[in-house]
């Protein structure tokens, strides 16, 4: 072997052992965290792939919100946890955390805990609100659910588990509420209600408000009730909706012409001005 054929293999073998190396690290900085659901038959081929892919959302967002509470100067992408893989023989779903050490597995850790303890004032009222989404689809397929790590079981809970909101980030009170409707109906019946690009709710409602509802999908509507808000996002937690007020889609004249009959000649120019 010439001089140069031997620098070429020490090249070689060096790069080979930075990427076994490199491997390694990565191996060390994940960990395999599992949303498992058992019992009635449960498994992939029963379930709506929406149903699937809003879990493992809101597996991940669960944890992502007692991250961020924790850590707030966390950017968005710096943590994050990745899908990995669905099982079959149960509706197992399989992900990967980055950066579990420091971030993922306390937060982990964390949720688990609260559902040992069957307490979950210690979580922020956004991982809540997912867990509830989680919660929802258990009773909804007669089914338990099982939390793990790197194939231990942490946690478990069944379709009746009372996943309560933290009272004490909550605010309550008498509101009105706008936006289109995208979803109502349902054994029990539930209304999905679009408040902006990003921000959508979903809600239990009587019957005869949701039959309301479904003949106006796509429409904007407003609903009178009680909302609780989350103290630091703002965001609606859950509603009771006890009435209908349905938004009349006016043009900007129209609208013009209507606060002219109540202030008078002071508008006139303004609806001039757009005629």
Same mark, same amino acid.
């Given at each position: 072997m010439t001089r140069r054929q031997r620098q070429s293999?020490?090249?070689?073998?060096?790069? /080979?052992?930075?990427?076994? /190396?490199?491997?390694?690290?990565? %191996?060390? &900085?994940? =960990?395999?965290? @599992? /949303?498992?659901? %058992?019992?009635?038959?449960?498994?992939?081929?029963? #379930?709506?792939?929406? %149903?699937?892919?809003?879990?493992?959302?809101?597996?991940?967002?669960?944890? /992502?919100?007692?991250?961020?509470? =924790?850590?707030?100067?966390?950017? @968005? &992408?710096? #943590?994050?946890?990745?899908f990995d893989e669905i099982k079959e023989s149960s509706l197992a779903l399989k992900c990967i955390a980055h950066k579990p050490q420091l971030y993922v597995a306390p937060a982990y850790s964390k949720l688990t805990v609260a559902f040992v303890n069957n307490n979950f004032n210690s979580l922020p009222n956004e991982s809540i609100e997912d867990l509830r989404v989680i919660q929802r689809f258990a009773k909804k397929h007669a089914c338990d659910g099982v939390f793990l790590k790197n194939g231990e079981r942490l946690a478990s809970f069944n379709s009746e588990v009372d996943i309560s909101y933290n009272d004490e980030g909550i605010v309550k009170g008498e509101t009105t509420i706008y936006g289109e409707v995208k979803k109502a109906g349902g054994e029990t019946p539930r209304v999905q209600l679009k408040i902006n690009d990003s921000y959508t709710i979903s809600f239990e409602v009587k019957k005869d408000i949701a039959v309301h509802l479904a003949s106006n999908l796509y429409k904007e509507v407003g609903l009178k009730g009680i909302a609780r808000w989350d103290k630091k996002t703002f965001k609606i937690l859950d509603f009771k909706a006890e009435g209908i007020i349905e938004v009349q889609e006016n043009t900007l004249v129209d609208a013009f012409k209507e606060l002219n009959t109540l202030f008078g000649d002071h508008l006139d120019k303004g609806i001039s001005y757009i005629n």
């Open positions: 293999q020490i090249g070689f073998d060096k790069s /080979l052992i930075l990427k076994y /190396l490199i491997c390694k690290i990565m %191996e060390q &900085d994940n =960990e395999q965290i @599992e /949303l498992r659901f %058992e019992g009635n038959g449960i498994k992939p081929s029963k #379930v709506r792939a929406s %149903e699937v892919a809003t879990l493992i959302a809101s597996f991940e967002r669960s944890i /992502l919100a007692i991250v961020r509470e =924790e850590h707030p100067e966390l950017s @968005e &992408d710096f #943590v994050f946890i990745s």
